[in-house]
């Protein structure tokens, strides 16, 4: 497939000629790549059940995983979600747009393909001003889940989706890297009480702010999924029970005091650098949990660019909300394997 790139880091003359052509191509069923505040996402036509199913082709993703509805407007919402819509239209002015994605009993006319088969919808309004444009432009509801093959980490940067997704979808629309870096916080707003199923920088005390208190995370996500058999449930959004994120090089995460953290790093490198082998740090700085999560992608990237054969990483203080939304990320990276030192 001919695949055009634009560049919309800047929103232009040019920049918006070029989101309205890309536009047009979602409407008619095609696939665009386009910048987010959180990670890029590869979109389609939310309500074109053949366009959302080439998302699952283009990226090699199980058809069970459903996709995230984007949206530009809060008025769409109703048309495509039903249920709490008191508490999300509540949720969606406080936080809307940016990096908040809700779970809603769907409406009918959202195809099955697009929810994996679920009877619930996740929609979210992105902050990214290219992203609110190509979303308008199209004039329908935007089906997009990150913009990288199945498996790999989450692209924040154009060059990311280039490497991932060139000659596969239509269109690759490039900006700045993310600001944001990790995924939207997903709400489950299905049950009685709101339930977070994926962690992300906005935190369950933020979301308690409108929702009168504080929401649970979902305990399926707080181990390894399939570790104690039978004991540990299933995550409820169907993609958090998959490997994600995983660079090609093994990982391993050492916590505990930060001094002691480095020792080990320091050790275990020198032991693996003796054997021959070239060995990537990923050390971020004590609390500076926005530029982590800025940079965490990009540098698990970087190290399957380098070719490194082992990641050795330091964890973060995971008692912070936003702490816990990266070492989420982080553990599945690693598959779960984590020292205490
Ligand atoms: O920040 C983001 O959310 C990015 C940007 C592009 O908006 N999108 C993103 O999409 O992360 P994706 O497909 O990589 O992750 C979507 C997650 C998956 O874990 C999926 O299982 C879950 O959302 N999900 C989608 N619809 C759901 C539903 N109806 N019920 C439960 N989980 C759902
Ligand atoms: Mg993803």
Same mark, same amino acid.
């Given at each position: 497939?001919?695949?055009q790139?634009?560049?919309?880091?800047?929103?232009n003359?040019?920049?918006?000629?070029?989101?309205?052509? $890309?536009?047009?191509?979602l409407?008619?069923?095609?696939?665009?790549?386009?910048?987010?505040?959180?990670?890029?996402?590869?979109?389609?036509?939310?309500?074109?059940?053949?366009?959302?199913?080439?998302?699952?082709?283009a990226?090699?993703?199980?058809s069970?995983?459903?996709?995230?509805?984007?949206?530009?407007d809060?008025?769409?919402?109703?048309?495509? $979600?039903?249920?709490?819509?008191?508490?999300?239209l509540?949720?969606?002015?406080?936080?809307?747009?940016?990096?908040?994605?809700m779970?809603?009993?769907k409406?009918?006319?959202?195809?099955?393909?697009?929810?994996?088969?679920?009877?619930?919808?996740?929609?979210?309004?992105?902050?990214?001003? $290219?992203?609110l444009?190509?979303?308008?432009?199209?004039?329908?509801?935007?089906?997009?889940?990150?913009?990288?093959?199945?498996?790999?980490?989450?692209p924040?940067?154009?060059?990311?989706?280039?490497?991932?997704?060139?000659g596969?979808?239509d269109?690759i629309?490039?900006?700045?890297?993310?600001?944001?870096?990790?995924?939207?916080?997903?709400?489950?707003?299905?049950?009685?009480?709101?339930?977070?199923?994926?962690?992300?920088?906005?935190?369950?005390?933020?979301?308690?702010?409108?929702?009168g208190?504080?929401?649970?995370?979902?305990?399926?996500?707080?181990?390894?999924?399939?570790?104690?058999?039978?004991?540990n449930?299933?995550?409820?959004?169907?993609?958090?029970?998959y490997?994600?994120?995983?660079?090609? $090089?093994?990982?391993?995460?050492?916590?505990g005091?930060?001094?002691?953290?480095?020792?080990?790093?320091?050790?275990?490198?020198?032991?693996?650098?003796?054997?021959?082998?070239?060995?990537?740090v990923?050390?971020?700085?004590e609390?500076?949990?926005?530029?982590?999560?800025?940079?965490?992608?990009?540098?698990?990237r970087?190290?399957?660019?380098?070719?490194v054969?082992?990641?050795?990483?330091?964890?973060?203080?995971?008692?912070d909300?936003?702490?816990f939304?990266?070492?989420n990320?982080?553990?599945?990276?690693?598959?779960?394997?984590?020292?205490?030192v």
């Amino acid at each position: 497939m001919r695949t055009q790139v634009y560049d919309v880091a800047e929103l232009n003359e040019e920049a918006l000629r070029n989101i309205d052509v $890309a536009g047009k191509i979602l409407a008619e069923g095609g696939l665009v790549a386009f910048p987010t505040e959180t990670v890029y996402g590869l979109g389609a036509n939310a309500m074109n059940p053949a366009a959302a199913a080439d998302i699952y082709l283009a990226k090699g993703r199980p058809s069970d995983n459903p996709l995230i509805v984007h949206i530009a407007d809060i008025s769409q919402l109703e048309k495509l $979600a039903s249920g709490q819509m008191e508490v999300a239209l509540a949720l969606a002015e406080a936080f809307w747009p940016g990096p908040l994605t809700m779970i809603l009993p769907k409406q009918k006319c959202v195809p099955d393909v697009t929810t994996g088969g679920l009877n619930t919808v996740a929609v979210r309004m992105p902050q990214d001003a $290219a992203a609110l444009e190509l979303i308008r432009r199209a004039g329908v509801p935007v089906a997009a889940p990150s913009a990288n093959l199945s498996g790999r980490p989450s692209p924040t940067a154009g060059a990311h989706v280039i490497q991932d997704l060139f000659g596969r979808v239509d269109v690759i629309l490039t900006g700045n890297d993310c600001r944001i870096g990790i995924e939207s916080t997903i709400l489950d707003l299905t049950g009685e009480k709101a339930v977070v199923l994926r962690p992300g920088l906005l935190t369950p005390e933020e979301l308690g702010t409108v929702l009168g208190y504080i929401p649970e995370i979902d305990p399926g996500i707080l181990k390894k999924p399939g570790s104690e058999e039978g004991q540990n449930p299933a995550p409820r959004a169907p993609g958090m029970k998959y490997k994600h994120y995983a660079p090609k $090089a093994p990982m391993e995460i050492f916590s505990g005091d930060p001094r002691r953290v480095r020792q080990a790093i320091a050790d275990k490198k020198a032991a693996a650098e003796a054997e021959g082998k070239a060995v990537g740090v990923i050390l971020f700085e004590e609390n500076a949990f926005e530029r982590a999560a800025h940079d965490l992608f990009a540098r698990l990237r970087d190290m399957d660019d380098r070719g490194v054969d082992l990641i050795l990483a330091g964890a973060v203080n995971d008692r912070d909300s936003r702490g816990f939304a990266l070492m989420n990320r982080m553990l599945k990276s690693a598959g779960y394997r984590i020292t205490h030192v």
